[in-house]
């Protein structure tokens, strides 16, 4: 019967202390791993959100201009929201037609892009803050205007709108619309 319990006693198996530090070491590189994971989810997340109020208020500000008459030099927005009324908007000019008027504009990729590292031009620029925004970061609106015309009358005109978010911890690259309308 003794040499029974001996066989049994060597068939047992279980894990040394090699194995669990191996297991934990391996455990601990994973739920390190998954730790970092979250701050960088939570940096996208943020400039995700940045990006979707950019393109907001662009929207929000192309939609401003197409409401306008195609014959109106300028506007004002009289909820203060997009276009401050402390200024007046500019809607291009029918004197120069088929040249950008405004914000300077840069071909990226055959497209038109607002060249925001030159100077803000009077009433074709301003700034937004969200008041709903816990960080209240601010977004620069620019815009240029192509007015088409026959003559004296405007015919069409081509709005480019770009919006920059200004400061902020999160890299974030400008937004840029465009559209035309025409009669």
Request: hydrophobic share 40%; proline share 7%.
């Amino acid at each position: 019967m003794r040499s029974k319990r001996r066989n049994s006693r060597t068939n047992q198996s279980g894990f040394t202390m090699i194995e669990m530090l191996i297991a934990t070491l391996m455990m601990v590189v994973g739920i390190v791993a998954m730790a970092q994971l979250v701050p960088l989810a939570i940096h996208l997340n943020a400039g995700n959100r940045d990006d979707s109020t950019a393109l907001v208020l662009a929207q929000r500000e192309l939609d401003e201009m197409l409401d306008q008459p195609i014959t109106a030099t300028t506007f004002s927005d009289p909820q203060g929201v997009l276009c401050p009324t402390t200024s007046t908007c500019n809607l291009g000019n029918t004197a120069t037609p088929k040249v950008p008027v405004g914000s300077p504009v840069v071909m990226l990729y055959n497209r038109p892009m607002i060249d925001f590292t030159q100077a803000k031009v009077a009433n074709y620029n301003f700034s937004y803050t969200d008041p709903n925004d816990p960080f209240a970061l601010t977004y620069d609106i620019r815009w240029a205007v192509i007015t088409y015309a026959n003559g004296a009358n405007a015919t069409g005109k081509r709005f480019i709108v770009g919006v920059r978010r200004i400061g902020g911890n999160v890299p974030f690259l400008p937004l840029t619309l465009d559209t035309m309308v025409e009669k």
